[in-house]
């Protein structure tokens, strides 16, 4: 997923499908921010998504 850049993302059991399907969501998202003349959201790579949602589910438990 690119919690960035758009929710959800996609899912499968073959890695090179789910992630050749990831890259075609993203170049379409950024497309779509390119006609719309709107800036790309702020990076967010290099923040521990996964654990951070964990830590807050397991919090209010």
Same mark, same amino acid.
């Given at each position: 997923?690119? %919690? ?9 059991? !073959?890695?090179? *499908? *789910?992630? +050749?399907?990831?890259?075609?969501? *993203? ?11 709107? %800036?790309?959201? %702020?990076?967010?790579?290099?923040? !521990? ?9 397991? +919090?209010?438990?």
């Amino acid at each position: 997923s690119c %919690p960035g850049l758009f929710y959800g993302g996609c899912h499968g059991n !073959d890695e090179r *499908v *789910v992630f +050749a399907e990831l890259c075609q969501i *993203v170049e379409e998202t950024v497309q779509l921010y390119e006609e719309q003349n709107r %800036p790309l959201p %702020p990076v967010t790579s290099g923040y !521990d998504w996964a654990n951070a949602i964990t830590s807050r589910s397991q +919090a209010t438990q």
